[in-house]
C-alpha cells in the first residue's frame, strides 16, 4: 500500500504507518465475510453514535453536553479508542460493542 501511494505521487506516504492487530471477534464468534457476520466500521460507528445519542437523550443531558449529536459522535469515537487500547495489539480480542460503550464504571 505504501508503495502504491508513492507511486501515486503522494508526499505523506512517508509518514504513514502500519499498525497490526490480531483479531478482531464479536461476541457471536468470528467475524466471516461469507457467513456474513462482518461488521463495517461506518455502521459500528453509526450505531455506537445513536446508542450514545439514545443515552444522552434518557437521561436528559441535552442542554449540559451542548450539541448532543456532535458529542454522540465523539463518544462513540472514544469508545472504540478506549475498548482497542485496553487490549495488546497482538493478541486476539473480542470486540463487544455495548460494552464499549458503557457509561458506568
Known amino acids: 500500500m505504501f508503495y502504491i501511494m508513492k507511486k501515486l505521487g503522494y508526499d505523506w506516504h ?3 504507518y502500519h499498525l497490526a492487530y490480531g483479531m478482531v471477534n464479536l461476541p457471536e ?3 466471516k465475510s461469507r457467513e456474513g457476520t462482518v461488521v463495517d466500521a461506518d455502521d459500528l460507528l453509526n450505531n455506537l453514535r445513536d446508542d450514545a445519542l439514545q443515552e444522552i437523550t434518557a437521561k436528559g443531558r441535552e442542554k449540559a453536553v451542548g450539541n448532543p449529536e456532535e458529542v454522540a459522535e465523539k463518544v462513540a469515537l472514544a469508545a472504540v479508542h478506549y475498548f482497542l487500547l485496553q487490549v495488546s495489539p497482538f493478541k486476539d480480542m473480542i470486540f463487544n460493542p455495548k460494552e464499549s460503550l458503557s457509561f458506568n464504571g
Open 14 to 16: 512517508s509518514k504513514l
Open 29 to 31: 464468534g468470528k467475524m
